[in-house]
C-alpha cells in the first residue's frame, strides 16, 4: 500500500484569485480509519484555505499527540509545520506567534489533547488572547490507545467495549466563553457547509478562535449508547444560525430562511453574517450565548455554529505591545537602543 498521492490532477481544475487549485492546499494520503471523521475536517480546513485564498507559505499548522494531531501531515503540505509534545502546542504556538505575528497560526488538538493533558495549556492561550485558530477534533475517546473514555465523553455515554461513563463530561465550549475566548462555535465534522465558513471565519479574527468539532470515532466510539457517534450527534445537533463568510470586497450571493440577519464586522473589514434562528441568541452577547449553550446542555443537544464573537477582540500583541514588525526580523541596530539609552535605564533601576 502506498501513501503517496498521485501527482496528476485534471487540467481544468479551477483556481482561486492566487492561481493555485485545490490540491495546491493538500497533503499526505491519510493513514487514520476510512471514514473517520477527523479526515472530513480536514477536507473542510483545505476547501477553507483554498476558498479564502491563503498562501499555503503565511500559514503554520501545529499539533500534539492524538489522531487528531496527525492530521496536519493531510492538509497544506505547502505551510509551515510542528508536531509538538502531548498537550503542549499552545506554548509552540504561543512562542511563534510572538516571534513572528504575520502567519497564520493554526493549531489542532483532540479531546484528550486539549482536555486533560493540555488544559492547562489551553487555559492560558485563551486567557492571552493569542491570534490563532484553535480546533478541537472531539470524538470523546483515546483513540490511538484503544478507545477509553476522554474528559469529553458524556456522562453514561457507553463505549465500545460496553462500559458507561460515571463522569460529568468537560464542555470546552462552554470552558471557552467562561474564560474569555473572543470567538467560539461548534461544529460536526459531518457538516462541511456549515464547517468551512466557520474556518474562514475564525482565520480572519484578531485573537483566539476555538472551534470545538466533534468527530466521530468510527473504530472505538460509533456504537449504540455513544453520544459521539454518528446517529446521535445528527439526531441531537441544535444550530444557532445558518453560517456565512463574506470576505472583504468579494461579491457573493446566499439565500436565507426567513427570519432575521445580523453582520458582524472584524477589525480587517470583513464580515460574518448571521441568520438567526434561535430565539433570544445573540452573538456578540456573551451572557446570551453562555445561557444557549447551557440551555443545550440540558436538554441534551450538540449546539453548532458561531455561539460568541467579540468584535473588538484585543490580541497578545496588542495588549503587551510588541512592535508592528516581527521580532524574528529585527535588526541589531534595532534591538541595541545605544549605550545613552542603556545608560538611562539603569538609572531608573537604581
Given at each position: 500500500?502506498?501513501?503517496?498521492?498521485?501527482?496528476?490532477?485534471?487540467?481544468?481544475?479551477?483556481?482561486?484569485?492566487?492561481?493555485?487549485?485545490?490540491?495546491?492546499?493538500?497533503?499526505?494520503?491519510?493513514?487514520?480509519?476510512?471514514?473517520?471523521?477527523?479526515?472530513?475536517?480536514?477536507?473542510?480546513?483545505?476547501?477553507?484555505?483554498?476558498?479564502?485564498?491563503?498562501?499555503?507559505?503565511?500559514?503554520?499548522?501545529?499539533?500534539?499527540?492524538?489522531?487528531?494531531?496527525?492530521?496536519?501531515?493531510?492538509?497544506?503540505?505547502?505551510s509551515h509545520g510542528f508536531n509538538s509534545v502531548h498537550g503542549r502546542m499552545p506554548s509552540i504556538a504561543t512562542g511563534a506567534n510572538?516571534?513572528?505575528?504575520?502567519?497564520?497560526?493554526?493549531?489542532?488538538?483532540?479531546?484528550?489533547?486539549?482536555?486533560?493533558?493540555?488544559?492547562?495549556?489551553?487555559?492560558?492561550?485563551?486567557?492571552?488572547?493569542?491570534?490563532?485558530?484553535?480546533?478541537?477534533?472531539?470524538?470523546?475517546?483515546?483513540?490511538?490507545?484503544?478507545?477509553?473514555?476522554?474528559?469529553?465523553?458524556?456522562?453514561?455515554?457507553?463505549?465500545?467495549?460496553?462500559?458507561?461513563?460515571?463522569?460529568?463530561?468537560i464542555d470546552l465550549a462552554g470552558m471557552a466563553i467562561e474564560l474569555g475566548a473572543s470567538f467560539i462555535a461548534q461544529s460536526f465534522?459531518?457538516?462541511?457547509?456549515?464547517?468551512?465558513?466557520?474556518?474562514?471565519?475564525?482565520?480572519?479574527?484578531?485573537?483566539?478562535?476555538?472551534?470545538?468539532?466533534?468527530?466521530?470515532?468510527?473504530?472505538?466510539?460509533?456504537?449504540?449508547?455513544?453520544?459521539?457517534?454518528?446517529?446521535?450527534?445528527?439526531?441531537?445537533?441544535?444550530?444557532?444560525?445558518?453560517?456565512?463568510?463574506?470576505?472583504?470586497?468579494?461579491?457573493?450571493?446566499?439565500?436565507?430562511?426567513?427570519?432575521?440577519?445580523?453582520?458582524?464586522?472584524?477589525?480587517?473589514?470583513?464580515?460574518?453574517?448571521?441568520?438567526?434562528?434561535?430565539?433570544?441568541?445573540?452573538?456578540?452577547?456573551?451572557?446570551?450565548?453562555?445561557?444557549?449553550?447551557?440551555?443545550?446542555?440540558?436538554?441534551?443537544?450538540?449546539?453548532?455554529?458561531?455561539?460568541?464573537?467579540?468584535?473588538?477582540?484585543?490580541?497578545?500583541?496588542?495588549?503587551?505591545?510588541?512592535?508592528?514588525?516581527?521580532?524574528?526580523?529585527?535588526?541589531?541596530?534595532?534591538?541595541?537602543?545605544?549605550?545613552?539609552?542603556?545608560?538611562?535605564?539603569?538609572?531608573?533601576?537604581?
Amino acid at each position: 500500500m502506498t501513501y503517496i498521492r498521485p501527482k496528476f490532477r485534471h487540467p481544468e481544475l479551477p483556481k482561486n484569485k492566487l492561481g493555485y487549485s485545490v490540491d495546491y492546499y493538500e497533503g499526505a494520503l491519510s493513514t487514520l480509519c476510512a471514514g473517520c471523521g477527523h479526515d472530513s475536517i480536514s477536507a473542510a480546513i483545505v476547501r477553507a484555505c483554498y476558498e479564502a485564498n491563503i498562501e499555503p507559505h503565511k500559514l503554520a499548522k501545529l499539533s500534539g499527540i492524538g489522531c487528531s494531531s496527525k492530521t496536519p501531515a493531510y492538509f497544506l503540505s505547502n505551510s509551515h509545520g510542528f508536531n509538538s509534545v502531548h498537550g503542549r502546542m499552545p506554548s509552540i504556538a504561543t512562542g511563534a506567534n510572538l516571534a513572528n505575528r504575520d502567519l497564520i497560526y493554526f493549531g489542532v488538538s483532540g479531546d484528550g489533547d486539549t482536555a486533560s493533558i493540555g488544559m492547562g495549556q489551553f487555559v492560558h492561550a485563551i486567557r492571552r488572547n493569542l491570534n490563532m485558530v484553535y480546533i478541537v477534533m472531539n470524538n470523546g475517546c483515546y483513540g490511538l490507545t484503544k478507545g477509553q473514555d476522554s474528559a469529553t465523553a458524556d456522562q453514561g455515554s457507553k463505549n465500545k467495549s460496553g462500559n458507561v461513563n460515571l463522569f460529568d463530561s468537560i464542555d470546552l465550549a462552554g470552558m471557552a466563553i467562561e474564560l474569555g475566548a473572543s470567538f467560539i462555535a461548534q461544529s460536526f465534522s459531518g457538516d462541511k457547509t456549515q464547517l468551512v465558513p466557520l474556518i474562514k471565519a475564525a482565520m480572519h479574527h484578531p485573537g483566539f478562535a476555538f472551534i470545538n468539532v466533534i468527530s466521530p470515532c468510527v473504530t472505538f466510539n460509533n456504537n449504540a449508547g455513544s453520544t459521539k457517534s454518528y446517529d446521535y450527534v445528527r439526531h441531537h445537533i441544535d444550530a444557532t444560525a445558518t453560517v456565512d463568510f463574506v470576505p472583504e470586497m468579494s461579491e457573493i450571493t446566499t439565500e436565507y430562511d426567513e427570519g432575521t440577519s445580523k453582520q458582524v464586522k472584524m477589525h480587517d473589514g470583513s464580515f460574518v453574517s448571521l441568520h438567526k434562528v434561535a430565539h433570544g441568541w445573540d452573538p456578540v452577547d456573551r451572557l446570551s450565548a453562555m445561557n444557549a449553550i447551557h440551555h443545550a446542555r440540558a436538554n441534551n443537544e450538540v449546539l453548532t455554529g458561531l455561539l460568541y464573537i467579540n468584535p473588538n477582540s484585543n490580541d497578545l500583541h496588542h495588549l503587551v505591545q510588541t512592535t508592528d514588525k516581527p521580532l524574528n526580523v529585527l535588526t541589531k541596530s534595532e534591538l541595541c537602543p545605544g549605550a545613552e539609552a542603556l545608560k538611562k535605564i539603569n538609572e531608573e533601576l537604581k
